[in-house]
């Protein structure tokens, strides 16, 4: 196989097994930096060996000895810095009874240790931007430069945000654990709020000339898929993976072939990824199933189910969408959801009871600069003939998005509205 093929198989079994390697690592050596440090190193070993050598038949497993080995070398190097003032035999003596047992360790439950690392990685004591850097290098597999190529800022930056992330973990001493009870409830939150952070940046970027970045939607789709596959009792995971998935059913069909962006009503439905479709829709029963209809995540993703089962554009049912944003405003309360729930009302027949909605969040403060307050209120004055107005909207919220497509989307809108 030549060097570049074996260099792209070796980024591929990394994407998928550097998780548990990690996560195994975390659990004998109690430390994230170590860990990583360890696995990367068996990386470099794979790098070195694999392009002569051959990929071996369980790549996993060859990582795994590989990383073992680097920690036990780490442990008796230390413990020689350690007792250097001792004898070298009374050191060589019990250096083995105070090193971990890695045999034994690694032989137990990796899928326990990705969720332990999961948990760990989007603990609260975080910021949002580091759990989604932390999340993304240690479960999801990524570097630095491909994390700050995602999200358009310096690698620095991102290197800066995954160390500050690691030291602030051991500053709390957060357990490796899979929590319980009501913490549990609370972290697995945190969670599926950083999996959903990625997507959502993939899927409607904030910056940049890109409107999406699917491989940042695909990351998602498998850390969800992951957590869903670890956690198959917790309805909310099946519905954030419902969600990600009847979403992502339209990528293909959202952006035109030379770039521009196609809005729901107008895209070609014959292109939405119907596989992906099937997978949302079985993933939200699963949900269902689990009495977990009226989570958020399951919430909106059927809402997503309803754009997903309508044939055209016209067979939507917008009454139904209203009502589960409806549903979704009672339990997670948000003016982002009533801007939603405004819009389907709207859709739904009665344009001018949505722009009231609309008009009523207008002075909450996460509204005053939200590029989609500003296009959503334009839309609707557009529906009402405000044509004036509607122009001037659509130039507001053009001003206030930073995404270089929904730019030019936007002030289209507004030349539009001086020959209606």
Not at 82 to 87: A, T
Not at 220 to 247: D, I, K, S, T, Y
Not at 343 to 352: K, Q
Request: charged share 25%.
């Amino acid at each position: 196989m030549p060097a570049t093929e074996t260099h792209a198989a070796i980024d591929a079994v990394w994407r998928i097994e550097s998780a548990k390697l990690i996560g195994a690592l975390v659990r004998i050596v109690r430390d994230i930096s170590l860990a990583e440090e360890l696995a990367q190193d068996a990386l470099v070993a794979a790098l070195q060996q694999w392009p002569s050598e051959g990929i071996p038949r369980n790549p996993g497993a060859w990582l795994m000895q590989a990383a073992k080995h680097r920690a036990i070398d780490h442990f008796r190097h230390r413990q020689r810095a350690e007792r250097k003032h001792e004898q070298v035999a009374y050191e060589l003596e019990t250096e083995q009874e105070r090193a971990p047992d890695f045999d034994t360790a690694l032989d137990d439950d990796v899928g326990d240790d990705v969720l332990r690392l999961m948990f760990t990685a989007c603990h609260p004591v975080l910021s949002a931007d580091a759990r989604v850097a932390l999340t993304l290098r240690l479960i999801g597999g990524l570097t630095t430069e491909e994390i700050a190529r995602a999200y358009l800022v310096p690698e620095p930056t991102i290197a800066q945000r995954i160390v500050r992330a690691k030291k602030a973990i051991a500053r709390a001493r957060v357990p490796f654990e899979v929590p319980r009870g009501a913490d549990r409830a609370a972290r697995l939150a945190s969670v599926l709020e950083v999996i959903y952070l990625v997507f959502n940046e993939g899927y409607s970027a904030t910056a940049g000339d890109d409107w999406m970045r699917p491989q940042l939607c695909e990351d998602a789709m498998r850390l969800g898929r992951v957590l869903a596959g670890l956690a198959p009792g917790e309805a909310e995971v099946h519905g954030l993976v419902a969600l990600m998935e009847l979403q992502a059913s339209r990528i293909r069909a959202r952006i035109s072939r030379t770039g521009e962006p196609i809005l729901l009503l107008d895209q070609d439905r014959s292109r939405w990824d119907h596989l992906l479709i099937q997978h949302g829709l079985a993933a939200l029963t699963r949900a269902e199933q689990l009495d977990g209809a009226s989570g958020p995540y399951a919430l909106q993703g059927a809402i997503a189910a309803c754009h997903a089962r309508a044939r055209t554009a016209a067979e939507t049912d917008w009454a139904r969408i209203a009502r589960l944003y409806a549903e979704l405003s009672r339990v997670m309360p948000s003016p982002v959801v009533e801007l939603n729930r405004a819009v389907a009302i709207a859709m739904a027949g009665d344009p001018a009871a949505g722009l009231g909605i609309v008009d009523a969040i207008a002075d909450h403060p996460t509204m005053r600069e939200y590029p989609h307050w500003a296009s959503a209120r334009a839309d609707l004055l557009a529906r009402l003939g405000r044509s004036d107005e509607a122009r001037a909207a659509f130039e507001r919220a053009a001003g206030l998005t930073k995404n270089a497509r929904d730019r030019e989307v936007l002030l289209a809108r507004a030349r539009e509205q001086e020959h209606s």
